[in-house]
């Protein structure tokens, strides 16, 4: 933690410093109230310690302060005009605890450890409040799969170690939940897990979101930002859809992997961050690089260790369990009685290809679950492309077809051996938005029954 002492006496501003020095935090003392607050106003403290005489300051107005400017920022008093009055007072106005002068080393590592160990639940029980707001089933990591089964082995013994991570795989295979995994398996898993999502932002918005900005930076920056990298402190910082970074802020979080320094935005001063960074995207990172939308030094930087996830039609082994979790938990969230799916509509779930991975299966099953009237889902409670007939209109060889018959059979080859829909579109020269409409028209298609000869 860092620690701000705040007190007159040289001597008792030198013992505080390397009483907390020597707990492995980080002591940074001053000699007046107006100096303390101005030195909160710049840097982000865990705790302070404060004087309630200093010098011609009263230390009870300086708390006042305090409490009001930086009401997460625990303060304990301490004084060696130690009175019962006194103590209320300061505590009345928000101190966290109270010390009397002179002070043991062990009566002020007992307020350190206090503190330290608050800080680690307030941060247990964030995480935990993050958990339950997604709703999501328990995940589990075990595939019968052989690639997916690789993978979680790469990440089960990287995760021990502060090595960067690139976790590659198409979108909704669950990247950032083995993000989430590596972390939870890691030393740092009592501390943050930050995540941020490199597309979500403008470049401006986004360098100030990862490495925060001080008050007047730019248009709108009307007080100062810590950003996602001190949040992340001492822990794991998680980016998101990396492939999508501008190149204009690449080089500082190159530097911010290779020195562990960096610089808030407007902000001169040079800052040293603590954090493990693993990131992850649905790009061809070396695709990239060679089209230099993505600097090499940094690919070769994060790229320390990297795994890459199995699209669910690869993993035809574990989509049946898959599906059956995702039946499990929905019924127990939305109280259906609901526990198995017919053969027919199992069957269609098997035959899928499922693009949207698995964040496609778990949005089908959950409507599923909602439509099913009775313990069973049937295949009409499958969403429409999924419940409809799935039959090919072969082309035969000489025969009359149609522009749009010709057009259909173009897309379905296409589509089946793409990696994914986004590549599918690029090989086809339309946007993803264009294809998918496409792909709804084949869909209702394929419901029709073929015309008699």
């Known amino acids: 933690m860092k620690i701000l002492i705040v007190d007159d006496e040289k001597n008792i501003r030198t013992s505080t410093s390397l009483a907390i020095q020597s707990e492995g935090h980080e002591p940074d003392a001053v000699d007046s109230g107006r100096i303390a607050l101005m030195k909160m106003a710049e840097e982000p403290y865990d705790l302070v310690f404060l004087d309630l005489r200093i010098g011609e300051e009263d230390g009870l107005e300086v708390l006042d302060s305090i409490v009001k400017l930086f009401p997460n920022v625990p303060t304990c008093v301490f004084t060696a005009h130690a009175s019962i009055t006194s103590a209320v007072e300061a505590m009345r106005r928000g101190a ?56 979680m082995d790469v990440l089960n013994r990287t995760a021990g170690t502060k090595a960067a991570v690139l976790i590659l795989g198409e979108s909704g295979t669950g990247k950032s939940v083995l993000a989430r995994y590596v972390h939870d398996h890691s030393e740092l898993k009592d501390k943050p897990f930050v995540t941020i999502s490199c597309p979500s932002l403008s470049r401006e918005l986004l360098e100030s979101e990862l490495f925060g900005h001080v008050k007047g930076a730019f248009t709108g920056a009307v007080k100062d930002t810590w950003g996602k990298v001190d949040a992340a402190k001492g822990g794991t910082l998680f980016l998101d859809e990396i492939g999508e970074l501008p190149l204009e802020i ?5 530097r911010l992997l290779q020195e562990r320094q960096y610089e808030r935005v407007g902000d001169n001063k040079t800052r040293t961050a603590d954090v493990r960074v693993i990131a992850a995207t649905n790009r061809n990172m070396e695709e990239c690089v060679r089209e230099k939308t993505f600097r090499e030094d940094l690919y070769y930087r994060l790229n320390v260790i990297s795994v890459t996830t199995p699209p669910l039609r690869h993993r035809a082994v574990d989509l049946k369990r898959l599906s059956q979790n995702f039946v499990r938990f929905f019924a127990k969230q939305i109280r259906r009685p609901v526990k198995e799916f017919s053969p027919q509509a199992l069957e269609r779930i098997l035959a899928y290809p499922w693009p949207g991975n698995i964040r496609e299966l778990r949005n089908a099953i959950e ?43 173009h897309i379905r080859l296409v589509v089946e051996r793409a990696e994914n829909l986004e590549s599918a579109a690029r090989t086809l020269g339309i946007d993803p938005a264009t294809l998918y409409r496409k792909r709804k028209k084949m869909d209702h298609l394929l ?4 015309p008699s000869s």
Not at 250 to 254: D, E, F, N, V, Y
Not at 390 to 396: I, K, P, S, T, V
């Open 367 to 409: 409507r599923a679950v909602i439509l099913a009237q009775g313990t069973t889902i049937e295949l009409s409670d499958l969403p429409e492309h999924l419940s409809a007939k799935q039959e090919r209109r072969e082309l035969m060889p000489g025969s009359p077809v149609t522009l749009e018959e010709l057009e259909f059979e």
């Open 96 to 151: 966290f605890d109270y010390l009397e002068k002179p002070f043991t080393p062990g009566q002020l590592r007992n307020i350190v450890g206090m503190v330290e160990r608050m800080r680690k639940l307030n941060q247990r029980v964030s995480d935990l409040e993050q958990q339950v707001s997604v709703q999501s089933p328990t995940v589990e990591y075990v595939s019968e799969d052989p690639a997916m089964a690789k993978v």
């Open 250 to 254: 690449q080089p500082k979080l190159l």
């Open 447 to 450: 419901a029709e029954p073929a």
